[in-house]
């Protein structure tokens, strides 16, 4: 009996070329219209929390560059974060400050003045404009093992106020309001060429995988697998497949690239 696969997510090896890597896994879950990618800004979410730690777990500045890359002929692409209590979101853009030019432009949603109101989780929030016109919108940030996610948790960082704790006790459902406020996530990028424990990092390993997809929930779904805790025990994951967002069992995905069973002992003692 054929098996009739709902999600497309690749695992592409890095070697130095991380934007070979990000290429070949455009290539294998497929490439954007070049006609719309002409045509339409490309706003990507880093996600970087505390850009003085000494470890880095946000995405590469290689990885970044090969999203970017991938999207060079693009009229604008706008490097996204907000503030928090570790410094503004343009202070944590500078991260990846190399990449930026007259079409590569870093952009704090926490300064933005131009915005819409939305409903999110019960509340009225305030959210920039950019995110709700006509875009490609990527999420990438590094692999960590983390029960509230990797990818979609990154959305949490379009909230502009410094001071998001508040929004703690509801994340999920805040999270997932978001991702359907501004229309989804088009491309998702798990940058795991070095994999964390967890938000505060206290261990790492290099790890050298791309992970993506045009499926959000499940580049996260295969994430989990990877790391752990498993897709069924995290809230986020189970909460957007039921909301129909996205691929939240394994079973359903089609693994491009590496096989995942290649790859489970890379990815132990972390």
Do not use: C
Request: charged residues 25%.
């Amino acid at each position: 009996m054929r098996v009739v696969f709902l999600s497309k997510v690749a695992l592409v090896e890095v070697d130095d070329d991380a934007q070979a890597a990000v290429s070949q896994a455009l290539d294998l879950v497929g490439r954007f219209d070049e006609a719309q990618i002409r045509e339409t800004p490309v706003v990507v979410k880093v996600g970087v929390f505390n850009h003085k730690a000494r470890r880095t777990n946000y995405p590469t500045v290689k990885v970044v560059g090969g999203i970017t890359n991938a999207f060079k002929e693009a009229p604008k692409i706008y490097l996204i974060e907000s503030d928090n209590y570790k410094g503004s979101g343009s202070e944590r853009l500078q991260v990846w400050k190399e990449l930026f030019s007259q079409k590569i432009v870093p952009f704090n949603l926490s300064e933005d003045t131009d915005t819409r109101q939305v409903d999110i989780a019960g509340e009225k929030m305030e959210l920039s404009n950019l995110l709700f016109r006509p875009k490609i919108f990527v999420s990438t940030h590094a692999l960590r093992k983390f029960e509230r996610g990797t990818i979609l948790k990154n959305l949490f960082g379009l909230i502009p106020i410094k001071k998001k704790a508040v929004y703690h006790k509801k994340l999920e459902p805040v999270i997932l309001d978001l991702f359907e406020a501004i229309g989804g996530v088009d491309l998702a990028v798990i940058d795991a060429t070095r994999t964390y424990s967890g938000p505060s990092a206290r261990r790492s390993k290099d790890t050298n995988i791309i992970i993506a997809g045009k499926d959000a929930v499940a580049v996260e779904t295969v994430g989990a697998t990877l790391i752990g805790p498993s897709p069924e025990k995290m809230p986020i994951i189970q909460e957007a497949a039921k909301r129909g967002l996205g691929e939240g069992n394994i079973s359903n995905i089609e693994i491009l690239g590496t096989p995942i069973e290649d790859l489970k002992d890379r990815f132990q003692e972390i």
